[in-house]
């Protein structure tokens, strides 16, 4: 059956890139000038107007500056052995705003027995008769380790709220015990990151067409892709929601445009090597930080995703 399915996605997708607009605008609930936006636009330029460039970083010179960052990213995670600190980033976003790539270049040089990527599937029956948050804790960093949650108890905010996955008993639950759960961890002694990567309607589409013509990132499409695309407005809303119920001083979400992968990637490694005080930091590069691209929610909660 899932094979069926994902068959049916790819042409689904590919209509996109060559089917008649009208059609597939009807289709994906998707505006006719959006798809228009899309298919003419080329590789490297950006194509929502609400992201600051016009072009995306060159690749030399993100090359250069990612090559220094995970140097600094080696040093911390060597701190973090030295000290038995403990941290946990949590990586959320709409499908193909580029979490995974995120997390990638993140570990790609640590140690692995020190630097966890925690993806979990959808909650077994056993699972579902837990405490919602009991499964994610299972997954928590020991002392001297660092956890990355590729999505997280956030899912219950977002995909579960839009898709009908909970009930509304469910998710307020949730929404009455996410902050004191996160001041909790804190508390605790874990240093806690949360990224949402913030990437626009156009690109996302760009993205999708992507996968479904590279054999090697077909996997990552699923049924769930095309419901998304049908139900933009629904997830704006329920992530403005989940920022501003759970946005606090303690547990800030750290907002990153991520039309520009590239650039988001670095931003992202250049937060959390200022937030924490490690041996041998290299501030000259970490310091230049793109206040564009990156900052709290309060920050961008005027400007459209």
């Keep these: 059956m899932q094979s069926l399915e994902n068959s049916h996605l790819l042409k689904q997708l590919r209509k996109l890139a060559e089917g008649d607009l009208t059609e597939v605008s009807e ?3 998707v505006p006719e000038q959006v798809l228009k936006t899309v298919r003419n636009s080329n590789r490297e330029e950006i194509i929502s107007k609400n992201y600051p460039y016009d072009m995306k970083i ?3 010179a993100y090359e250069q500056e990612k090559k220094i960052l995970q140097i600094e990213m080696v040093k911390l995670q060597n701190w973090v052995k030295k000290t038995g600190s403990k941290i946990i980033m949590v990586f959320e976003g709409r499908d ?3 979490k995974g790539g995120a997390i990638k270049r993140f570990t790609e040089h640590m140690n692995p027995r020190g630097a966890r ?3 979990l599937n959808k909650p077994t029956q056993t699972e579902q008769g837990q405490w919602y948050f009991q499964r994610y804790i299972n997954h928590f960093p020991t002392e001297g380790e660092i956890v990355l949650f590729d999505r997280s108890w956030y899912n219950r905010a977002g995909v579960e709220r839009v898709m009908g996955f909970c009930t509304d008993e469910e998710y307020n639950t949730f929404f009455n015990q996410v902050t004191e759960f996160e001041k909790m961890i804190i508390n605790s002694g874990v240093h806690l990151f949360k990224f949402w990567f913030s990437v626009s309607r156009e690109e996302q589409i760009r993205r999708f067409i992507a996968r479904s013509t590279d054999p090697l990132k077909q996997w990552k499409l699923s049924p769930m892709d095309v419901a998304s695309l049908g139900k933009w407005h629904a997830y704006t809303e329920a992530k403005r929601i989940m920022f501003e119920r759970t946005d ?3 547990s800030p979400w750290v907002i990153v445009k991520s039309d520009d992968k590239k650039r988001s990637r670095l931003n992202a490694m250049k937060h959390v090597l200022n937030a924490l005080e490690y041996e041998n930091k ?8 793109d206040r564009n691209l990156l900052g709290r929610y309060k920050d961008f909660s005027n400007q459209k995703e």
């Design 27 to 29: 289709e994906f609930s």
């Design 58 to 60: 060159k690749r030399s």
């Design 96 to 98: 193909a705003a580029g």
């Design 117 to 119: 990527v925690v993806a």
């Design 248 to 250: 606090i001083d303690e």
């Design 282 to 289: 290299n501030e000259d590069i970490i310091k230049s930080v």
